[in-house]
């Protein structure tokens, strides 16, 4: 099948975030620093290029980092970011978009679990995407750090830290219709 390239961009929140920017980019923030000259919290997702499998097997589509700053929010501890990513195959020369909703947990850095999640939403239904005729059933499978042999739903940064994981995706041909 060739190359398929992912681009991700941030297209907003479900709530208005003091400090937002980067919407409608690769890189979005969100906060008031807690400390003067903190840095903003947020999320950034670097393109990504490999070889098509679609056979059903997982495969990267992009590199998401979570930035955990120290920072204040308003009372807002869980809301939505919205990402669309955008994967090109390079053989068949088309795009399709895949709209992800992320779950933030901004936690208040203390008590049992004191990191923040980024948890993806689950797709209940796969997406449909033909390519060379066939159709495909596009599902995101999760998260995976470096080194990890499965995708989970969601991962967590300790305050103060940044974290990446690798966002995975299958792509599964679906089965022909009975006539």
């Known amino acids: 099948m060739g190359l398929i390239k992912a681009t991700g961009t941030f297209t907003g929140t479900s709530v208005n975030l003091p400090g937002l920017t980067g919407v409608n980019t690769s890189e979005i923030r969100w906060g008031q620093p807690a400390t003067p000259g903190g840095e903003l919290s947020g999320y950034d997702f670097v393109e990504y290029e490999m070889e098509a499998n679609l056979g059903g097997?997982?495969?990267p589509i992009g590199e998401f980092t979570h930035h955990n700053h120290p920072i204040f929010l308003s009372g807002q501890s869980q809301f939505w970011v919205y990402l669309t990513i955008k994967v090109y195959f390079e053989n068949g020369d088309f795009y399709h978009d895949i709209n992800v909703r992320l779950r933030h947990d901004e936690t208040p850095n203390q008590g049992s679990h004191p990191n923040d999640v980024v948890k993806w939403e689950v797709i209940h239904e796969p997406e449909k995407v033909y390519i060379d005729?066939?159709?495909?059933?596009v599902e995101i499978t999760g998260f995976r750090k470096p080194g990890e042999k499965q995708s989970k739903p969601n991962f967590d940064v300790p305050e103060g830290a940044k974290?990446?994981?690798?966002?995975?995706?299958?792509?599964?041909?679906?089965?022909?219709?009975?006539?």
């Not at 966002?167 to 041909?173: D, M, P």
């Open 57 to 59: 097997r997982e495969i």
């Open 133 to 137: 005729g066939n159709e495909y059933d």
């Open 163 to 179: 974290d990446t994981a690798y966002l995975y995706a299958r792509f599964q041909r679906a089965a022909p219709q009975a006539s």
